[in-house]
Each structure stands twice: as C-alpha cells, then as structure tokens.
Nanobody, 122 residues
Framework: VQLQASGGGSVQAGASLRLSCAAS????????MGWFRQAPGKEREFVAA????????YYADSVKGRFTMFRDKAKNTAYLQMNSLNPEDTAVYYC????????????????WGQGTLVTVSS
C-alpha cells in the first residue's frame, strides 16, 4: 500500500488544519494507521493512530483534546483534524501503517508517506 499525506500549510496560532492520508494499492481493512511528526532537529514522534475496522483511536498526550483522527473507509483515507494549533505543533507530519508491537513506537510502522509540512506562527 502507498500512502499520500496532504493538507499541510502555514497558519497562525489558534487556527485549525485538516491533514489527509490517502491510501492506494489496496483497500484498507484490518490495519492500524498512524500519524507521526518530526520537528526540525527532533526525533519523529507519535501523534495519533486509528484502528481502521473499529475506529478506536490513540493519541499522544500533547495533542489530546485538540487533535482528532478519523477515517473514511469509502475513500480509503485517514484524516487528522488539528484544532487550537500552537507553534510547538510545527513539524512535518507523516502517516504510516502499523504492523505490530506498541502503536506508539515509530519502529512498528512502515509504508511511510512523504510527509506534509505544518507551520504554526505565534
């Protein structure tokens, strides 16, 4: 499966953005898809994940209550709705497919998309 992330941009603090991660190559079913982000000079960190079949979600503490991950099965696409953005959210955001172990560890993901840049100014 190939993943294509999009929707990034430059916004002011307090604004919202919605990122998309479109999957191609096969119809997703029993998978978990995750969003990660990497700020300049920092490690890539977990943001959110979703169980494709049941819709259950996982979030990093830093984004709980502000970010929501959901999926549209018909479009084979996952989304990350980001509200109340702040400058600490500035990063390149990546989506990937989980293959086992902890959903919070980037080593347990593959099929990484190319990333989309989010810049939040104060």
């Amino acid at each position: 499966v190939q993943l294509q992330a999009s929707g990034g941009g430059s916004v002011q603090a307090g604004a919202s953005l919605r990122l998309s991660c479109a999957a191609s190559g096969r119809t997703l079913s029993s998978v978990v898809m995750g969003w990660f982000r990497q700020a300049p000079g920092k490690e890539r960190e977990f943001v959110a994940a979703i169980n494709w079949s049941g819709g259950s979600t996982y979030y990093a503490d830093s984004v709980k209550g502000r970010f929501t991950m959901f999926r549209d099965k018909a479009k084979n696409t996952a989304y990350l709705q980001m509200n109340s953005l702040n400058p600490e959210d500035t990063a390149v955001y990546y989506c990937a497919v989980y293959f086992g172990g902890s959903v919070y560890r980037r080593d347990n993901y593959r099929n990484w998309g190319q990333g989309t840049l989010v810049t939040v100014s104060s």
